[in-house]
């Protein structure tokens, strides 16, 4: 069973960068899609971005791409979310999750789950 860490989370300015991290153990990680999720107050679950475990494809919210990059390192079982150009409406708890399908934008197909990292943007 995969556990899942993030790590990255903070308060920044509208406009900065930050790099948010999970950290992977208790599965094959290289093998898994990761994806990130972030969630606000009274809503949804939010696809932002996935990398696919069998070839590193990638695959983003429409809305944040060219901000938004996700990116691995399978030899530390690490997933990243670059984020820059922040805005105040990208506040919100990011959550890494995994799965065992090749891609999905629903968090109901994810398997394994951290726990979460806030992020707030202010403006």
């Known amino acids: 069973q995969a556990q899942l860490i993030e790590s990255g989370g903070g308060l920044v300015q509208a406009g900065e960068s930050l790099r948010l991290s999970c950290a992977a153990s208790?599965?094959?990680?290289?093998?898994?899609?990761m994806g990130w999720f972030r969630q606000t107050p009274g809503k949804d679950r939010e696809f932002v971005g996935s990398?696919?475990?069998?070839?590193?494809?990638?695959y983003y919210r429409d809305s944040l791409k060219g901000r938004f990059t996700v990116s691995r390192d399978n030899v530390y079982n690490t997933v990243y979310l670059q984020m820059s150009s922040l805005k105040p409406e990208d506040t919100a708890v990011y959550y890494c999750?995994?799965?065992?399908?090749?891609?999905?934008?629903?968090?109901?197909?994810?398997?394994?789950w951290g726990r979460g990292t806030q992020v707030t943007v202010s403006s």
């Open positions: 999750a995994a799965t065992s399908d090749y891609y999905s934008d629903n968090w109901r197909d994810y398997d394994y």
């Open positions: 208790g599965h094959s990680f290289s093998s898994l899609t």
């Open positions: 990398i696919s475990g069998k070839d590193g494809m990638t």
